[in-house]
């Protein structure tokens, strides 16, 4: 069992949509990333959480680390937002390692 | 904005062969990371380096591999006889502090033939 799940794997819907992904794990973590990798595969960093939420423009991520899920949202959703959004974990344990999700990859068609 | 900057973006080698890929982390950092991604697979963890000497290494780093801080800004990963299986993208990826967030590079495309 991957230690973390996302869902959906796949999204596609229209501009304007509100978006939302959703991260569960099964280990004690110290931190959670949300992460963006565009198609020439570079990887950008969303937010880092711990607890509660965040907001960076249209983007939202919360987390509830007693239910172990996290969800990132996006509101206004544009064709410019279609990527591969990663959900990855910092164990409580070890040098603060990422284990990452398989992604979901989100196409917003215009 | 710092970068982590990683070079080249592509390499590709024969199998058997010796690669070198280099990493430039931002520079007040302490901690680096190498990280993986085979194609159409997840982002795996590699190894993890600080003050020196690594820090955690995964199943994967097998002695074919090992990682150098040279000279203090550069950070290099080293696959010693390349196999077809090594294909990957590879992410230098490094961080100010403990509770801070990783930084990437925008990763080496390495095609092994």
């Known amino acids: 069992k991957n230690e973390v799940e996302q869902s959906p794997q796949n999204l596609t819907a229209q501009e304007g949509e509100f978006i939302t992904i959703n991260c569960s794990y099964s280990v004690g973590i110290s931190a959670l990333h949300w992460l963006q990798q565009h198609p020439g595969g570079g990887i950008v960093s969303l937010f880092m959480?711990?607890?509660g939420k965040k907001k960076h423009g249209r983007l939202i991520a919360t987390i509830n680390i007693q239910e172990k899920h996290s969800s990132l949202h996006i509101t206004a959703s544009h064709p410019r937002d279609s990527a591969v959004y990663i959900c990855a974990v910092v164990s409580n344990f070890g040098n603060e390692k990422l284990t990452f999700g398989t992604g979901t990859r989100l196409t917003i068609i215009p | 904005e710092p970068e982590v900057t990683q070079t080249p973006s592509h390499q590709v080698t024969q199998m058997g062969q010796e690669v070198i890929l280099r990493c430039v982390p931002i520079s007040n950092h302490l901690y680096f990371y190498w990280y993986r991604q085979i194609l159409g697979q997840k982002v795996e963890f590699l190894v993890s380096?600080?003050?020196?000497?690594?820090?955690?290494k995964s199943e994967i780093f097998d002695d074919q591999f090992s990682v150098e801080r040279p000279d203090g800004s550069n950070f290099t990963l080293k696959i010693r006889s390349t196999k077809l299986e090594d294909s990957a993208m590879y992410f230098c990826?490094?961080?100010?502090?403990?509770?801070?967030?990783?930084?990437f590079g925008d990763g080496t495309r390495l095609s092994i033939l």
């Open positions: 959480l711990s607890s």
């Open positions: 380096f600080y003050n020196n000497e690594i820090s955690e």
């Open positions: 990826a490094s961080k100010s502090d403990s509770n801070q967030p990783q930084h």
